[in-house]
Antibody, heavy 124, light 108 residues
Framework: QVQLVQSGAEVKKPGASVKVSCKASGYPFISYGITWLRQAPGQGLDWVGWISAHNGNTIYAQTLQGRATMTTDTSTSTAYMELRSLRSDDTAVYYC?????????????????WGQGTLVTVSS | EIVLTQSPGTLSLSPGERATLSCRASQSVTGTYLAWYQQKPGQAPRLLIYAVFSRATAIPDRFSGSGSGTDFTLTISRLEPEDFAVYYCQQYGTSPPTFGQGTKVEIK
């Protein structure tokens, strides 16, 4: 069965960086894009960005102002999301999710499988 | 970006009742690119409906979606105990994809 398993919770100080992993199994990893989303405490969902597991192409949310980098390791079927220059308002649960339709343009498909989420807390 | 406004914020109903959730977009949603998710506390969202009315894998037929343009609806025909949760709509026709703020369906 399809599974996305994320790395554990992180506590970081403002200005630091965090790298979250998302290990996929149960499907051909390179056949689907991976989207990253985040959910601040008690809030809704925000799109962080997208990466093609096939060729590594990426698209990022403009609101992150260039602070995010997404990568994949096809040898381990793992996607990574690094966020730099952390601020208190980056505190959130970060999710990876698989695109439902691999034939659609990035950002133009919903998400059918999700990781369990990784809580990133930014606090001094 | 497209802003999605969900109403009501909270819906208090009893098991067996019908739930009607609304999602209104700030501008017309391209094509049929509207989805609904269910989220329970401490869990990731689960895809229920995509392309306005298509049910995702293993989603029971008491869940149905409808609408077009700027107004969309998720209907749960008869609430089961496991349906009490928060529901989000998402548009994915215009980049960036955006979500509504959620409707909580709680037990009355």
């Amino acid at each position: 069965q399809v599974q996305l398993v994320q790395s554990g919770a992180e506590v970081k100080k403002p200005g630091a960086s965090v790298k979250v992993s998302c290990k996929a199994s149960g499907y051909p990893f390179i056949s689907y894009g991976i989207t990253w989303l985040r959910q601040a405490p008690g809030q809704g969902l925000d799109w962080v960005g997208w990466i093609s597991a096939h060729n590594g192409n990426t698209i990022y949310a403009q609101t992150l102002q260039g602070r995010a980098t997404m990568t994949t390791d096809t040898s381990t079927s793992t996607a990574y999301m690094e966020l730099r220059s952390l601020r208190s308002d980056d505190t959130a649960v970060y999710y990876c999710a698989r695109d439902l339709d691999s034939m659609m343009a990035p950002g133009h498909t919903p998400f059918d499988y999700w990781g369990q989420g990784t809580l990133v807390t930014v606090s001094s | 970006e497209i802003v999605l406004t969900q109403s009501p914020g909270t819906l208090s109903l009893s098991p067996g009742e019908r739930a009607t959730l609304s999602c209104r977009a700030s501008q017309s949603v391209t094509g049929t690119y509207l989805a609904w998710y269910q989220q329970k506390p401490g869990q990731a969202p689960r895809l229920l409906i995509y392309a306005v009315f298509s049910r995702a894998t293993a989603i029971p037929d008491r869940f149905s979606g409808s609408g077009s343009g700027t107004d969309f609806t998720l209907t749960i025909s008869r609430l089961e105990p496991e349906d009490f949760a928060v529901y989000y709509c998402q548009q994915y026709g215009t980049s960036p994809p955006t979500f509504g703020q959620g409707t909580k369906v709680e037990i009355k």
